[in-house]
């Protein structure tokens, strides 16, 4: 029986979002989105990449010039992915390619502390009242409003998310 071995890092690189191995394939996701997968990448060549200090360089040397097969994969992401993305980019914003709206797309508001001082929370707290504002997820609608939003059961199981820039 043949051994799976498996690794995922979120990198700190001025071009790579992360980097993924399993069973001899290399995943890299790019700022922006871009996803490719390179074949018959050996574990030894992934790891030497991850410990570089220079991961571009490291990737340019071992794996472009290295001569690996590969294959660009749809900028698209899952829903997850999508996710993923906002919470590890701040004011990163993600929207479907089904959307129909122009400009619409959804971010991580950041959870805050504030001071109630107007309604309608100062009808529901004393003014001054601090209150844990919980971190939550906003949509840009295509008037060019801010609503909070929730997933639609579509949205969830689409693999059409993607980066806006």
Avoid: C
Avoid at 41 to 63: C, H, K
């Amino acid at each position: 029986m043949k051994k799976v071995i498996s690794a995922s890092v979120t990198v700190n690189s001025s071009q790579m979002e992360s980097l993924s191995w399993e069973d001899d394939t290399l995943t890299v996701v790019f700022k922006g989105g871009a996803k490719y997968v390179y074949s018959d990448v050996p574990a030894d060549v992934f790891q030497e990449i991850i410990a570089s200090d220079s991961l571009g360089s490291a990737f340019n040397r071992l794996i472009k010039k290295g001569g690996y097969k590969f294959e660009k994969i749809d900028n698209t992401m899952t829903f997850g992915e999508a996710i993923d993305y906002l919470k590890q980019n701040s004011g990163g914003k993600v929207a479907r390619k089904g959307w129909n709206g122009k400009a619409m797309f959804i971010f991580l508001v950041n959870g805050s502390t504030f001071k109630v001082n107007r309604p309608p929370l100062n009808e529901i707290y004393e003014e001054g009242t601090e209150i844990n504002y919980q971190p939550h997820i906003d949509m840009k609608t295509a008037d060019d409003t801010i609503v909070p939003w929730l997933a639609s059961q579509s949205d969830v199981l689409a693999l059409d998310w993607e980066v806006v820039q």
